[in-house]
């Protein structure tokens, strides 16, 4: 997908915006606090959340009480977005919580220690999954650590009155919420997941693995409405929404937001499975993919080069 007209985002919002938004937040009693990952698990939490925020915006726009079936989301392939940091800047100081944007999230993710494991089949047991290890990696890399982060089911009650807030601080009139989308809900799914560290000396190389996250909710549903207000949120203008909202297949695929001044992002091949490499400019790369009902993410100070091999090589 030819992914130039999802660059062009630079407006930043003001501290007057941030402060309103708070206010109204805050008068709706929907201001959370930020709940922060395990640091063993940082980044694939993190994706867990998008996922959860990505699928959040395909809820069925139907009356209460009118589906009597569900669907189930899985993920399987990752697209990237371009965003500007300094727009959703405003958001977050004026109390938005991203992975609860669209309505209200119970239990709450709760920050669990992780479980270290000396050896990865054994963290693979715990987690259900077959842990693949990386045949071949650069000289002076070693084994330092596996852990496995806990699973986690929650569900989601859709409340559009605050994704409608944030949707008027942020001016985007034209942007409609589905009718009888309120009071939906849905049942998000966050596997538990192997991470494994590798060391060279200061150096850390981290590769994540788990089952495909899933989301059910009820069926009946038009995806892109939705979908096209999350990317209004993080953007996009709306032709652009438009575009990107009917080209992405919502029942599979996780979108990545990548901060427009601090990476690039291209899909890859990885052992003939489609992946999203994103190349940042001080840090390294961040490659992702998906395989037989497992997710992947390996990240490291490499470059493209050494991150697809070290990919390609897991057995």
């Given at each position: 997908?030819?992914?130039?007209?999802?660059?062009?985002?630079?407006?930043?919002?003001?501290?007057?915006?941030?402060?309103?938004?708070?206010?109204?937040?805050?008068?709706?009693?929907?201001l959370?606090?930020?709940?922060?990952?395990?640091?063993?698990?940082?980044?694939?939490?993190?994706?867990?959340?998008?996922?959860?925020?990505?699928?959040?915006?395909?809820?069925?726009?139907?009356r209460?009480?009118?589906?009597?079936?569900?669907?189930?989301?899985?993920?399987?392939n990752?697209?990237?977005?371009?965003?500007?940091?300094?727009?959703?800047?405003?958001?977050?100081?004026?109390g938005?919580?991203?992975?609860s944007?669209?309505?209200?999230?119970?239990?709450?993710?709760?920050?669990?220690?992780?479980?270290?494991?000396a050896?990865?089949?054994?963290?693979?047991?715990?987690?259900?999954?077959?842990?693949?290890?990386?045949?071949?990696?650069?000289?002076?890399?070693?084994?330092?650590?596996?852990?496995?982060?806990?699973?986690h089911?929650a569900?989601?009650?859709?409340?559009?009155?605050?994704?409608?807030?944030v949707?008027?601080?942020?001016?985007?009139?034209?942007?409609?919420?589905p009718?009888?989308?309120?009071?939906?809900?849905?049942?998000?799914?966050?596997?538990?997941?192997?991470?494994?560290?590798?060391?060279?000396?200061?150096?850390?190389?981290r590769?994540f693995e788990?089952?495909?996250?899933?989301?059910?909710f009820?069926?009946?549903?038009?995806?892109p409405?939705?979908a096209?207000?999350?990317?209004?949120?993080?953007?996009?203008?709306?032709?652009?929404?438009?575009r990107m909202?009917?080209?992405?297949d919502?029942?599979?695929?996780?979108?990545?937001?990548?901060?427009?001044?601090?990476?690039?992002?291209?899909?890859v091949?990885?052992?003939?499975?489609?992946?999203?490499?994103?190349?940042?400019?001080?840090?390294?790369?961040?490659?992702?993919?998906?395989?037989?009902?497992?997710m992947?993410?390996?990240?490291?100070?490499l470059?493209?080069?050494?991150?697809?091999?070290?990919?390609?090589?897991?057995?």
């Open positions: 997908m030819d992914d130039q007209f999802l660059h062009d985002l630079r407006r930043a919002p003001s501290r007057e915006f941030a402060a309103r938004l708070s206010a109204n937040l805050r008068a709706q009693g929907t959370s606090r930020a709940r922060g990952p395990s640091p063993a698990a940082q980044w694939f939490a993190a994706a867990a959340a998008i996922a959860a925020v990505s699928f959040a915006f395909t809820f069925p726009a139907v209460a009480g009118a589906a009597a079936f569900l669907d189930v989301f899985r993920v399987v990752f697209a990237g977005v371009r965003f500007d940091p300094q727009r959703l800047a405003g958001l977050k100081a004026g938005v919580d991203f992975p944007l669209l309505g209200d999230v119970e239990p709450p993710m709760a920050s669990v220690p992780p479980v270290s494991y050896d990865p089949a054994e963290a693979g047991k715990a987690a259900g999954i077959e842990v693949r290890q990386p045949a071949w990696l650069p000289p002076g890399w070693t084994a330092t650590e596996t852990v496995v982060t806990a699973e089911s569900r989601v009650t859709a409340n559009t009155a605050k994704l409608q807030t949707l008027d601080a942020l001016a985007l009139d034209d942007v409609r919420l009718e009888g989308l309120d009071g939906q809900v849905a049942t998000v799914h966050l596997p538990a997941v192997v991470l494994m560290t590798y060391r060279d000396g200061l150096r850390a190389l590769l788990a089952r495909s996250a899933e989301i059910s009820p069926a009946g549903f038009d995806v409405a939705l096209q207000a999350g990317l209004r949120i993080l953007g996009l203008d709306r032709d652009e929404a438009y909202a009917y080209a992405i919502w029942r599979n695929t996780l979108l990545v937001p990548v901060p427009v001044d601090a990476a690039s992002f291209r899909q091949n990885v052992a003939g499975a489609d992946g999203l490499l994103i190349e940042r400019a001080r840090s390294g790369c961040l490659l992702l993919w998906s395989t037989n009902g497992q992947y993410a390996l990240e490291a100070p470059g493209a080069a050494a991150m697809l091999e070290i990919a390609q090589s897991l057995q």
